[in-house]
């Protein structure tokens, strides 16, 4: 194998275990490139920067052990049409620099293209009332047919629901995993992946061979709310996963919906109190332009995913 060039050994780090987003970057800045730390430093040197033990310092140095593995995962990507994305590169969804930890590397199969910086994330329970599943799918259906693009996870329940509905409108959406896209499965009810990456794209900054964890969904979460101008909970218990998302959101100053019922069912015991914090309630279908409205409301530039 010839020289590795930077993008391999970023592919080698970012699936180097217990380096995380922020010791990533604490570890860029140190050295300059990824390239200069997995060839040249040594494990006294890596251990100097601040937050890495001695044992994950031993663990970085030795990785270039496994620079043939990274090339054959970057090989294997590109020939099945996934991107890998470096927070450095100008493809790179601008609006996770937002984040505190953005992600050093995304995995994205498809496109996130220039008109979903108005996009919407819908988010919810995994196990919905017999109501907030087909509500979810009616708004996110809606939404794509006025040209929104929908954001969620790829979860049972309200995620589902959200992406089903945005390509029964003719939508455009994206798909955030917390696991690595070697494990994503086509669901029965899903267009095929090739399909998808038609219309959207699916996305992970999980390493290729990551499996799922709560960690990485809770992780995820922050990404939904930061490709999102808006998020709107259709059902959440008030201690549910939903509440990750929105408090990235509310961290993100992202205007914040939710369902309103007037007799909530027990999976949306948390919605009134989202309302109760500020969250604009939605009624009935007839709502809708008051969120398409704060897409299209200004923001600091520093908040807005369009900038």
């Known amino acids: 194998m010839g020289e590795p060039n930077e993008l391999t050994c970023w592919v080698l780090l970012h699936a180097t275990p217990e380096i995380g987003p922020v010791t990533f970057r604490r570890l860029l800045d140190r050295f300059g490139t990824v390239r200069a730390l997995i060839e040249e430093a040594s494990p006294e040197e890596i251990a100097a920067v601040r937050g890495v033990t001695r044992e994950l310092a031993a663990r970085v140095a030795g990785a270039r052990q496994r620079l043939d593995w990274a090339e054959r995962t970057l090989d294997h990507y590109r020939r099945r049409g996934v991107r890998v994305l ?8 601008r609006p996770l620099l937002d984040l505190l ?12 293209a220039p008109e979903d910086a108005r996009a919407v ?13 087909p509500i979810a ?25 959200a992406h089903r509905g945005a390509f029964r409108g003719g939508g455009r959406s994206i798909l955030c995993v917390p696991y690595g896209l070697r494990h994503y499965k086509s669901r029965p009810d899903f267009p095929p992946l090739a399909e998808l990456a038609q219309r959207g794209a699916v996305l992970s900054e999980c390493p290729p061979d990551q499996q799922w964890t709560a960690a990485a969904a809770v992780a995820r979460d922050r990404i939904i709310a930061a ?11 008030p201690r549910g996963g939903t509440m990750h998302t929105v408090a990235a959101a509310e961290h ?7 369902l309103h019922y007037a007799q909530p069912p027990e999976s949306a015991r948390g919605n009134s109190l989202l309302i109760a914090r500020g969250a604009t309630p939605l009624r009935r279908f007839a709502d809708l332009p008051r969120l398409i409205e704060a897409l299209d409301e200004p923001r600091e530039r520093g908040n807005d995913p369009a900038a």
């Open 252 to 258: 993100l100053q992202r205007p914040l919906f939710a």
């Open 86 to 93: 470096r927070m450095t590169d100008p493809a790179y969804p």
């Open 137 to 161: 799918e009616e708004f996110a259906a809606r939404l794509a047919q006025a040209g929104v693009c929908v954001v969620s996870g790829y979860a049972h329940g309200i995620d589902a629901a």
């Open 101 to 112: 930890n953005p992600p050093p590397l995304l995995y994205l199969y498809g496109e996130i």
């Open 227 to 237: 490709l999102s101008r808006a998020v709107f909970v259709v059902e959440t218990r």
């Open 121 to 133: 994330g819908i988010v919810g329970t995994t196990r919905p009332s017999e109501r907030g599943r």
